[in-house]
């Protein structure tokens, strides 16, 4: 994501609502977040994730079911 991007329609979800989503723990979301492989904002104390984010993020993670030993 750029720092320019408009966020004015985008909506955003929690750590625990992205967690739920990708069925993966809370840790596992922050340290995604951490390591800039999902964008966050944060805010206070706490971080959102664009929800457009984490469909971007899931549709690179999509394997093509070939094995890399084969």
Same mark, same amino acid.
């Given at each position: #994501?750029? =720092?320019?991007?408009?966020?004015?329609? $985008? +909506?955003? *979800?929690?750590? =625990?609502?992205? $967690?739920?989503? #990708?069925?993966?723990? +809370? #840790?596992? &979301?922050?340290?995604?977040?951490?390591?800039?492989? *999902?964008? =966050? &904002?944060?805010?206070?104390?706490?971080?959102?994730?664009?929800?457009? =984010? &984490?469909?971007?993020?899931? +549709?690179?993670?999509?394997?093509?079911?070939?094995?890399?030993?084969?």
């Amino acid at each position: #994501m750029s =720092a320019e991007q408009n966020f004015s329609n $985008a +909506k955003f *979800l929690t750590v =625990a609502e992205v $967690a739920e989503v #990708m069925r993966v723990s +809370k #840790m596992t &979301v922050y340290r995604l977040v951490h390591s800039g492989e *999902l964008p =966050a &904002v944060r805010f206070g104390r706490s971080f959102r994730v664009p929800e457009n =984010a &984490v469909e971007q993020y899931l +549709k690179g993670a999509v394997v093509d079911g070939q094995s890399e030993t084969a």
